[in-house]
C-alpha cells in the first residue's frame, strides 16, 4: 500500500448506529488530519493531530471523537449521526513542520446517515 | 477573516488552455496550493507555490501569483478530457498546518 488509505470507502449507518473510519498513511508523516466534504461547501477541517497530539477541533459536535494511536493511523469514531452528517471524510496527512508542509489525501469514505 | 473564492465553473475545448482563478484574502498566507479531485476521488496534489515567488512552472502548469491583488491563477496549457475534473485552491496562513480551501472550480473539457 502507498500514499493515504481510507476504509471504508462506503458507508451507511442509521442514526442510532456506531462505527468508524479509519486512515492510515505510508508517507512517514507526523501530523494526520479529518476534513468534511459536503456539497456546495468549502472543505471543512475537522481534526488535526501532530506528532500524536489533537491540536485543533474546530468545534466539531460531540458525536464525532478522533483517535490517532500513532503517526500512521487515524480513526473517526461516529456515533448517534445525523443526516446532515452525510458527506464525503476526508483524511490528509504531512510532516508536521517545515516548508509547505504539502497535505496528502486519500480517496474518502463517503458516509450516508439515514 | 480567512476566505478564498473562486469561480465554479469553467468550460473549455481540448487542446485549449484553462486558466483556473482563485482570490485569497489572507495576506499572511504562506504557501496557496492547488489540488485536483476527480469524481469518486480524495483530492490530488498537483502544485504548490510560496508567497514570495509570483510564478512557478511544472510540466503544463502553470501557477501565477498575484500577491498585491492577493489573486492566483492556475493555467493547464494544452488541457485534455482528462484534466476534466475540480480544481481547488488552498491557503497556508501563519505558522500552522492550518489549510483553508476554496469551494472548487468544476473544469469540462470538451473533446
Known amino acids: 500500500e502507498t500514499g493515504v488509505t481510507q476504509t471504508p470507502r462506503h458507508l451507511v449507518m442509521g442514526m442510532t448506529n456506531k462505527k468508524s473510519l479509519k486512515c492510515e498513511q505510508h508517507l512517514g508523516h507526523n501530523a494526520m488530519y479529518w476534513y468534511k466534504q459536503s456539497a456546495k461547501k468549502p472543505l471543512e477541517l475537522m481534526f488535526v493531530?501532530?506528532?500524536?497530539?489533537?491540536?485543533e477541533n474546530n468545534s466539531v459536535p460531540s458525536r464525532f471523537s478522533p483517535e490517532c494511536p500513532n503517526s500512521s493511523h487515524l480513526f473517526l469514531h461516529l456515533h448517534t449521526l445525523q443526516p446532515e452528517d452525510s458527506a464525503l471524510y476526508l483524511c490528509a496527512s504531512s510532516r508536521a513542520s517545515g516548508g509547505a508542509n504539502e497535505q496528502f489525501f486519500g480517496p474518502g469514505t463517503r458516509l450516508t446517515v439515514l | 477573516g480567512e476566505d478564498v473564492e473562486q469561480s465554479l465553473f469553467l468550460s473549455v475545448r481540448e487542446g485549449d488552455s484553462s486558466v483556473i482563478n482563485c482570490t485569497y484574502t489572507?495576506?499572511?498566507?504562506?504557501?496557496l496550493y492547488w489540488y485536483k479531485q476527480e469524481p469518486g476521488a480524495g483530492l490530488q496534489l498537483l502544485t504548490y507555490i510560496f508567497s514570495n515567488m509570483d510564478m512557478k512552472q511544472d510540466q503544463r502548469l502553470t501557477v501565477l501569483l498575484n500577491k498585491k491583488d492577493k489573486h492566483l491563477s492556475l493555467r493547464i496549457a494544452d488541457t485534455q478530457t482528462g484534466d476534466s475534473a475540480i480544481y481547488f485552491c488552498a491557503e497556508k496562513t501563519g505558522a500552522t498546518n492550518k489549510l483553508i480551501f476554496g469551494t472548487g472550480t468544476l473544469l469540462a473539457v470538451q473533446p
Open positions: 493531530y501532530s506528532l500524536e497530539e489533537r491540536v
Open positions: 489572507d495576506s499572511s498566507s504562506t504557501y
